[in-house]
């Protein structure tokens, strides 16, 4: 058994079929690039795949686990959303201690503060979410990637949206680390990326 492994799951939106007895793994050490246009249903999918969403039949195993009933085993993977999922009164600091700290990760001050730094972030700390632009606020959702969590899954919905090719590159490096040190990643992208870890494209198709 894989790591991630989808079972015969269907999902249905507004009575449209999103998709319908789709099954596939995802092994230790991989990632999977989803692709598909738009509305195909790859947010939709990926909500399923970390216990957000319940598919209208068939199973999702994370880790040897029945997600659809045990959702406790979610504290070893880290989802990225679409939308950012911070809170816009509250500075990065702020944001990220209380990720940190609702997951069981407890980072340290030092550990976030230096996170931030690399991520170019230095001298924002004490700034509300609201004033940062949108490639800086995106910076702060993905510094979760850098704290140390021992997460086996990342699964990121657009990670690349509004960050500079700098910042892109940093990402592409860090998820190019993670895989090769036996990590695995889902990634939806409507942009290239420039990777060179063991990956697999997958495309959902549009349902009509
Ligand atoms: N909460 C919801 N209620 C009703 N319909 C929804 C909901 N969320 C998504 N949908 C519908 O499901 C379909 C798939 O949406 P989804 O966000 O999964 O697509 P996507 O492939 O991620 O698209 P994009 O590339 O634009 O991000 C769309 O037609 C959308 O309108």
């Known amino acids: 058994m894989g790591l991630l492994q989808l079972q015969d799951i269907s999902c249905e939106k507004q009575d449209r079929v999103l998709f319908a007895n789709l099954s596939l793994t995802l092994a ?20 399923i795949m970390v216990g957000l969403s319940k598919p209208q039949r068939g199973k999702v195993y994370f880790d040897g686990v029945d997600l659809t009933e045990d959702m406790s085993v979610c504290e070893k993977l880290i989802y990225c959303g679409h939308k950012l999922g911070l809170n816009a009164s509250l500075n990065p600091v702020e944001n990220l201690m209380f990720w940190s ?42 510094a979760k990637l850098w704290i140390n969590t021992h997460a086996k899954l990342w699964v990121l919905d657009e990670p690349f949206t509004a960050l500079d090719k700098q910042t892109v590159e940093l990402l592409e490096n860090k998820l190019d680390s993670f895989v090769e040190s036996g990590g695995s990643v889902v990634l939806t992208s409507h942009q290239q990326a420039s990777l060179n870890c063991k990956q697999r494209e997958w495309i959902l198709e549009y349902l009509h």
Do not use: C, W, Y
């Open 101 to 142: 700290n609702t997951h069981g990760h407890n980072a340290s001050l030092t550990e976030l503060e230096d996170i931030l730094e690399q991520l170019g972030l230095f001298g924002m700390e004490d700034l509300p979410l609201r004033q940062l632009s949108a490639g800086q606020q995106r910076r702060v959702s993905l």
């Open 28 to 47: 230790k050490g991989e990632l999977l690039f989803l692709k598909g246009e738009n509305g195909a249903g790859k947010t939709s999918l990926l909500r």
